[in-house]
């Protein structure tokens, strides 16, 4: 992947994506519950504006070599949500604007922050970069920006087409994100008596195949063994970004609709969604 040129069309495709399904929406749409609990659509849209601002001045820090927490923020402990003080905000900031003020901030915001990485050179993408959940380089990141605008734009499309899916061109970069929120999200189960071999077997359209070995208080993510999983998970991509990212966890739901093949025992498989919960 080019850094610059490809990360860069992807945040802007995304949030342009985004922008031009909110513009298409009655203003009484923005009041709609979205897949987010607790927040609506307005709200949703209203942390993806309050966002680009922030995204744009951490990367300049970076970029001028300072990975410290800007003011007002700080690192968060493991296991430490970081949801509810979000949504307060996002709530707050969207209560003070119209829609069509949102809709021009949004645009306005994700214009700057493409521009400014349009303007990274290639050493930039490695440099330091601060993230509430730890430091880390620029180029990860960007693509925990373009998880959020790719997640939370399903978030809101969800809300109005229960069939919807994810954009198709950001999954190479968000499936390799997904270690990094497995382990930000894992939650120790003392009643875990065995371990448990979760198996992901992902034909495409970005092919994995890939075992999350789960014990009382760790997991592992391995290579698909010859080893017997206790859980089969089967799904498109899409989905199985869904699914880890906790936007699946009626589980039965996801069966039925198609979404999610399961093999093997179904209350091992109930229990992934709780092993590793949203923060």
């Given at each position: ?5 490809d990360?860069?069309?992807l ?123 730890g ?16 997640i ?21 970069v ?15 189960e ?7 071999r ?17 014990s ?26 869904l ?34 919960k949203?923060?």
């Open positions: 992947m080019s850094t610059t040129t990360m860069t069309g945040v802007s495709s995304e949030a342009a994506h985004v922008r031009d399904f909110m513009a298409s929406l009655a203003p009484e749409a923005w009041s709609q519950p979205s897949a987010c609990a607790g927040w609506t659509v307005g709200d949703v849209f209203a942390h993806l504006t309050q966002s680009a601002q922030t995204w744009r001045d951490t990367i300049i820090r970076a970029v001028a070599g300072d990975a410290n927490p800007p003011p007002g923020q700080r690192l968060l402990q493991p296991g430490e949500r970081g949801s509810e003080s979000t949504a307060e905000r996002a709530m707050a900031f969207r209560q003070e604007r119209r829609t069509d003020e949102l809709l021009q901030v949004f645009a306005q915001g994700y214009d700057r922050l493409c521009q400014v990485l349009l303007d990274l050179q290639p050493e930039d993408w490695d440099k330091p970069c601060f993230h509430r959940r430091v880390l380089p620029t180029r990860d990141y960007v693509g925990i920006r373009l998880q959020e605008l790719t939370h734009g399903w978030d809101i499309r969800s809300a109005f087409d229960a069939s919807a899916t994810l954009s198709e061109r950001p999954l190479a968000l499936v390799r994100l997904v270690q990094r929120w497995l382990s930000s999200s894992f939650s120790h003392p009643r875990l008596a065995a371990p448990v979760y198996r992901f077997d992902i034909p495409g359209p970005v092919p994995i195949r890939q075992d999350v070995l789960v009382r208080d760790s997991f592992t993510l391995e290579p698909a063994t010859a080893a017997d999983a206790d859980v089969t998970f089967r799904c498109q991509t899409g989905d199985y970004i699914f880890i990212y906790g936007r699946l966890n009626n589980l039965d739901a996801a069966i039925h609709t198609g979404r999610l093949e399961v093999v093997g025992n179904h209350d091992r498989a109930a229990l992934f969604p709780t092993l590793f949203g923060v």
